[in-house]
């Protein structure tokens, strides 16, 4: 069986490096011109992944199936992908699954347009201060819904992979930085599995001629360019990708496709190949008209990051912290007990009187009714700042820290940190989007909860 792509949604990061700040902190010529993406101090491949996901329809967190691709797990015996279905109010009926390495996007999007259900892929992607995987590198995610619908956005119309056993980047457990083999190795090998598996794809689609539209993931940015040209009459997408964006690790291929995507029109033939690790090609079919004005760089500008907070961000530097009691560490039991209201911020409505609580409460604190609350989540609702406060003393690795009162159309008032955002920018009054990010840290294990965010393009 395979399933029709339904929809489809990327994720970038607020924040974007400046690959001349990396070459003037290191004093070096040669690091290229643009930006890369950056994941914000509180983010990482989980929160990424719910991003992408609360971009998609509803229907996507319904999912039977959940594959979340990246290589850069949070958790390694910890499941993933069930803290961002958790997190996106998604069944606990649903198989959720890790799938890990650089080639685990392409993986992640075959196994959904086999089975049905979501991919998510998201990944964090650097390298050793000063490396081309540094200033090439990029963070970000993109989730796919597949299944049967009649308002499919693409048919995939083949699918084909290699599995090669060429050390071609590598890590064991516990090292921060990958080695990789010498870059002609690489081209030789990659280069003709791409061939076998672009001839095996565009052959079963009987495709006569090139795609409109051919995008490549590969961590080389020459080697991506290369077999672009050879298979492609468009490269539009891929270099603005690398120019702003920058490589995403496993979830390049979907940040590539989902560009893609929104600059085609009804007809139009996109290659996807993936050549980091393994080797695949999709050929999909699109059904509609994309969204031009969602296509990257349409405009929107990433805010900033000096080098010293990308590595302090990343765990790369680690500086002095405020002499600060430390926070508490994760609490399993207390996790359980809340997880509708940590992971997928649902309150309680009395319905009795109608007032909402938040965090949940059994006796309603207007009219005293006990139990007769149901679950109302409020992630999704538009929101507002009541009142916002900066605070200098409490720890932050992007100081200072910012926290307000935020009101909920429908209901609901709750007290929240302030994230992506700088004091002056936020006022009583402007809408906040809320978004699932880590709060902190002990002894590398994260703690997650929700923030309060600008919302996109402003709406003041
Ligand atoms: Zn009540």
């Given at each position: 069986?395979t399933?029709?792509l339904l929809?489809y949604a990327?994720?970038?990061?607020a924040?974007e490096?400046s690959?001349?700040a990396?070459?003037a902190a290191?004093?070096m010529?040669?690091?290229?011109a643009g930006?890369r ?5 509180d983010e ?6 719910v991003?992408?996901?609360?971009r998609l329809?509803?229907?996507a967190?319904?999912t039977?199936?959940?594959y979340?691709?990246t290589?850069?797990?949070?958790f390694?015996d910890?499941?993933n992908?069930a803290?961002v279905q ?7 009926e649903?198989?959720t699954?890790?799938?890990c390495g650089?080639s ?6 075959a196994?959904?347009?086999?089975t049905g ?7 964090l992607h650097?390298?050793?201060p ?13 989730a796919?819904?597949?299944?049967d619908?009649?308002t499919?956005?693409?048919?995939v ?5 290699r599995?090669l056993d060429l050390?071609?980047?590598w ?5 921060r930085?990958?080695?990789v ?5 690489i ?5 003709a599995a791409v ?6 794809v565009?052959?079963?689609a009987?495709?006569?001629?090139l795609?409109?539209r051919?995008v490549v993931?590969a961590p080389?940015?020459?080697l ?5 040209a ?7 997408v891929?270099?603005?990708h690398r120019?702003h964006?920058?490589?995403c690790g496993?979830?390049?291929v979907?940040?590539?496709?989902a560009?893609a995507l929104d600059?085609?029109a ?6 996807v ?5 393994s080797?695949?090609a999709?050929?999909?079919r ?6 031009p004005a969602?296509a990257e ?5 990433g805010?900033?990051v000096?080098?010293?907070?990308f590595l302090a961000?990343?765990?790369?530097l680690?500086?002095?912290p405020?002499?600060?009691p430390?926070h508490?560490?994760?609490?399993p039991a207390a996790?359980?007990r809340n997880?509708d209201?940590?992971f997928a911020?649902t309150?309680?409505r009395?319905?009795?009187?109608g007032?909402?609580?938040?965090p ?7 009219c005293?009714?006990?139990d007769s609350?149901v679950p ?15 605070d200098?003393?409490?720890g932050?690795?992007a100081?200072p820290a910012?926290?307000g009162?935020v009101?909920?159309d429908g209901?609901?008032r709750?007290?929240a940190s ?8 936020l006022?009583p ?6 978004v699932?990010?880590?709060t902190?840290?002990d002894?590398g ?9 600008p919302?996109?393009?402003?709406g003041?």
């Open positions: 069986m399933a029709r929809a990327s994720y970038r990061p924040h490096l690959r001349a990396i070459g290191l004093g010529a040669q690091v290229g930006v993406a950056v994941a914000g101090f990482d491949p989980i929160t990424m992944a991003g992408a996901i609360r329809p509803p229907a967190r319904r039977d199936w959940l979340f691709a290589s850069s797990p949070v390694l910890k499941t992908a803290f958790a997190a996106v109010g998604g069944s606990q649903a198989l699954l890790d799938v650089l685990s996007g392409f993986a992640a999007l196994c959904a347009s086999a259900g979501t991919a998510v892929l998201s990944d650097t390298g050793r000063g490396s081309t995987a540094e200033s090439e590198g990029g963070d970000g995610a993109a796919f819904l597949f299944g619908g009649d499919a956005v693409a048919d119309v083949a699918i084909c992979s599995s050390m071609d980047r890590r064991v457990p516990g090292q930085f990958a080695h083999a010498e870059e002609r190795l081209a030789s090998v990659h280069g061939d076998d598996v672009v001839a095996e565009t052959g079963a009987g495709l006569d001629g795609p409109v051919t993931a080389d940015r020459r991506a360019a290369t077999i672009s050879r298979w492609g009459r468009d490269s539009a891929q270099t603005w120019d964006v920058g490589y496993a979830a390049d979907g940040q590539l496709t560009s600059r085609s009804a007809g139009d033939t996109i290659l190949i993936s050549a980091a690790s080797v695949g999709m050929l999909l699109v059904l509609r008209d994309g969204h969602n760089g349409s405009g929107r500008r805010r900033p000096s080098y010293p907070d961000w990343r765990g790369w680690d500086r002095e405020p002499r600060r430390d508490a560490a994760p609490f996790f359980h997880r209201w940590k911020l309150g309680s009395c319905q009795a009187c007032a909402v609580w938040l949940p409460q059994r006796m309603c604190g207007s005293h009714a006990l609350v109302h989540p409020v992630a999704d609702c538009p929101a507002r700042l009541v009142a916002l406060t900066t200098g003393i409490t932050s690795l100081p910012m926290a009162v009101d909920f209901g609901g709750m007290s302030l994230t992506d955002t700088s004091p002056g920018e006022e009054g402007d809408p906040v989007q809320m699932f990010r880590r902190w840290a002894h294990a994260p703690d997650y909860f929700w923030k309060g965010r919302l996109p393009g402003g003041r």
